[in-house]
Every structure is written in structure tokens, then in C-alpha cells.
């Protein structure tokens, strides 16, 4: 599903941000990236929907060099990722349904279709009863749970979150994670970058640790933080 080869990026300041960087991810795992701000996670998952490119290395996703990929490609590639941020990324001036909506009209589906995946995704978030509501009149749980229908009307086959929890208190990202778990178990790999410690030592999942760019630690059912025995 997922792999890099020896992947090293370099920011335009001369930053490096990721060194020598080799993981693979299989199909229908859930993982976490952890480590410290600024230790690399956005990076990463960036290489992912080819927000950016490595210096040098390989990046495979969904079997396909996105490295390589012609930029007219690339919408295609994302199509079938669904992508979550911190700061939910809604449409203000739309409401919940229409968020929904957009993302499906832009990649040209059928008004049908956009109701049946609307309808399913928004039941799979526990959100139908908030269909009509704005962003600005929704919680931040309720945000980022809007943010992950709109991730999954694609029907994605890998989800990638980029500190989904991070505006959240620690019952609404627990909340959230079960969500993004309930979605791992229905068959979508599941990539999660988070410095939330406690959700990650309670979710009992394969851990990928970044250090100033270096992978540092790759375990299975892992905690955030390395407990030597
Ligand atoms: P994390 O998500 O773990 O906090 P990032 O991937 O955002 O880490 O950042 C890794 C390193 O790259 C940091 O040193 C950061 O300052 C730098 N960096 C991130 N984004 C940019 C950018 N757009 N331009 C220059 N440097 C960046
Ligand atoms: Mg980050």
C-alpha cells in the first residue's frame, strides 16, 4: 500500500527534514507517526498525496511512484486517498451536506451517487442530523467528524490524518480515533500522525517514530514512548 526506499527530503531553506527514511505499510494496517514538532510527521504523510517530493528516494503509494507521477496524475491519486488535518478545513460558508457535496462535484460524480455516499458517510460519522448545520455552528467534534465523512465519500482506500486530535480534549479524540478504528476495521489503511501520547499508548497500534528525520523505532501494538525491559 504503502512504501518508501531510502527517501531524504530537503526543504528550499536547506531544512532536512526526513534522512534516509525506509517504511513500508501494508494494506489495511493502521499505524501512527510519532515524534516531537517539527521531527518530520507532516512530511511524510506530504510525500504521501504528493504535496512535495523527495530529494532522492522512492514513495509508492497505492502501488503507483508518485515520485514520478505526472502532475495531471495527480488528482487521480488522490482520489482515492482521504486526507484529515488538525484544523478540519471546511468550507465556512457552506454547510454540511454542501462540504460534502463539493468534494464529490469536483471530482465529477452523479447527483445520485452524491446522495447515496453523502447519506452513508454522514451515518458512518454519526452526523445526519447535522446535515443542514455550518461549520461555525458545529463543535470541534463534530468538525472533524464532518472532515472525515467529506475524507470517505470517495470511499478511500488509504485515510491519512495529520494530528486529527490536536484541537480536540481528550473524550473527543478518543471519540475520533474509535472512528478512524471503526474505518481501519471496515477494510481502508489508516495512517495517523499525532504527539497524543495517551491515545496512542491506549489504541495498542504499530507505532513509527521520526526523530529530526530519522525513523527511530517501527513497533507493533507499540506505545508512544519506548519502554525498554
Ligand atoms: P512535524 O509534523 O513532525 O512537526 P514537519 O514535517 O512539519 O514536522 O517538519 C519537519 C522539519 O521541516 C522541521 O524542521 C520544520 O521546521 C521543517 N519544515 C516543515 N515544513 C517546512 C516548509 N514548508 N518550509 C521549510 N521548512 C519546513
Ligand atoms: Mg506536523
Redesign the pocket.
Known sequence: MISLNEVFVE???G?R?LKDLSLTVEKGEFAFVV??????????L?LLYREMSPCQGTVIVNGEDVVDMKPSDVPFLRRRLGIVFQDFKLLPQKNLWENLAFALRVIGAQPKDIRRRIGDALALVGLTHRCDAFPNQMSGGEQQRAAIARALVNNPTLLIA?EPTGNLDPDTSWEIMQLLDQINIRGATVLV?THDSQIVDRMKKRVIQ?DA?HLIRDEHKGAYQHIES
Do not use: P
Open positions: 526543504y528550499d531553506n531544512v527534514a515524534g516531537s514538532t517539527g521531527s518530520g510527521k507532516s512530511t511524510l506530504r495529520d500522525a521520526l528525520g
